[in-house]
C-alpha cells in the first residue's frame, strides 16, 4: 500500500459514537471476557475463559497499535494475593484475552492489573484512578481522549476519579443490525 493509499486514521480507527477517543481501557472480567469454571469469579489458567458475545465484533473493526487507537486494560484482580494464580499468569491471560478479541497485543505496561487484595488499601484497587492513570501515562494519553469501558459501578467510579468517560460494556459490545 503506498503512502497516497493508506486509509486515514479517522477511517479506520474511530468508531463513530466515540469520535474524541484514541485511548480504549477495558475491564476484563464480565466485560471483555467470562470465566466458563463454575463458581470461579475469574480464570486461573488457559482455557478458563471465553470472550463475551459481540467483544470481537466491535473491536476487531478499530485498527490497533502505531497505526491506530490505543488499547489498555485495568483489571483487579485479588486473585494473584490470594495465591489462586501468578502475576505472571494474570498477565498472560490478560495478554491472551486481548489477542483473542482484537489480534493485536498492546505493551506490557498498558495490561495494568491490581494484584492486592480486597483487604488492602492501595491506589491501584478500582475505584481508585490508578490502573487507568498508569495505562495513560503508557500512552501519553489526555483523559479526554480516553474511554474506559466496564461492567460495574466500580469501573464507572474509577472512571470518574481519572476523570475519564465512561461507557457501560452492555451499550459498548451491543452489536445493532443496521440492516432492514
Not at 466485560?31 to 458475545?53: F, I, Y
Not at 491472551?96 to 494484584?115: I, N, R
Request: net charge neutral.
Amino acid at each position: 500500500m503506498t503512502r497516497s493509499s493508506a486509509p486515514h486514521f479517522s477511517e479506520t480507527v474511530v468508531l463513530p459514537e466515540y469520535p474524541a477517543v484514541r485511548l480504549y481501557i477495558f475491564d476484563a472480567d464480565d466485560t471483555l471476557r467470562r470465566t466458563v469454571v463454575p463458581e470461579q469469579p475469574c480464570p486461573r489458567r488457559p482455557g478458563e475463559w471465553e470472550l463475551l458475545p459481540g467483544v470481537s465484533e466491535k473491536l476487531r473493526v478499530i485498527t490497533w497499535g502505531t497505526a491506530g487507537a490505543r488499547l489498555g486494560v485495568a483489571s483487579n484482580q485479588d486473585h494473584v494475593a490470594y495465591g489462586h494464580l501468578s502475576a505472571d499468569m494474570a498477565r498472560m491471560l490478560l495478554a491472551e484475552m486481548v489477542f483473542a478479541a482484537t489480534g493485536h497485543v498492546p505493551p506490557g505496561d498498558a495490561l495494568a492489573f491490581c494484584p492486592h487484595s480486597l483487604e488492602t488499601d492501595c491506589e491501584c484497587r478500582k475505584p481508585n484512578p490508578g490502573l487507568l492513570l498508569r495505562v495513560m501515562r503508557t500512552y501519553d494519553q489526555d483523559p479526554r481522549n480516553t474511554l474506559f469501558v466496564g461492567n460495574s459501578p466500580v469501573d464507572a467510579e474509577a472512571a470518574r476519579r481519572a476523570s475519564v468517560a465512561f461507557a457501560w460494556a452492555g451499550d459498548f459490545f451491543t452489536v445493532r443490525n443496521t440492516k432492514r
